[in-house]
């Protein structure tokens, strides 16, 4: 699966930026999928997981009650609504797919988008 994230940029603190990633090249739906970050420095992190069809969920601590994961398998596309975002959110942010239902280990993710920065000032 070829994915192609986009959305990031540049957000004071406390604003909102939405996610997404466009996947192309075998069936979308068949994957559960994730968004992971890195932040300068730092190992590539687990932020949000959904399964295939949409009805399981998982946040990292720091996402929970912020962020929102959620996928529209008619256009391919999975989102990542951030709200409420904070210096520390600053990163680089990856799609990825899984043949789990839903993971938080980078290592059971199999393609990777090509990431899309994101850059919370204060």
């Known amino acids: 699966v070829q994915l192609q994230a986009s959305g990031g940029g540049l957000v004071q603190a406390g604003g909102s930026l939405r996610l997404s990633c466009v996947a192309s090249g075998r069936t979308f739906s068949r994957y559960g999928m994730g968004w992971f970050r890195q932040a300068p420095g730092k190992e590539r992190a687990f932020v949000a997981g959904i399964s295939w069809s949409g009805s399981n969920t998982y946040y990292a601590d720091s996402a929970k009650g912020r962020f929102t994961i959620s996928r529209d398998n008619a256009k391919d596309t999975l989102y990542l609504q951030m709200n409420s975002l904070k210096p520390d959110d600053t990163a680089v942010y990856y799609c990825?797919?899984?043949?789990?239902?839903?993971?938080?280990?980078?290592?059971?993710?199999?393609?990777w988008g090509q990431g899309t920065q994101v850059t919370v000032s204060s």
């Open positions: 990825a797919t899984t043949r789990r239902v839903v993971s938080t280990s980078s290592e059971e993710y199999d393609d």
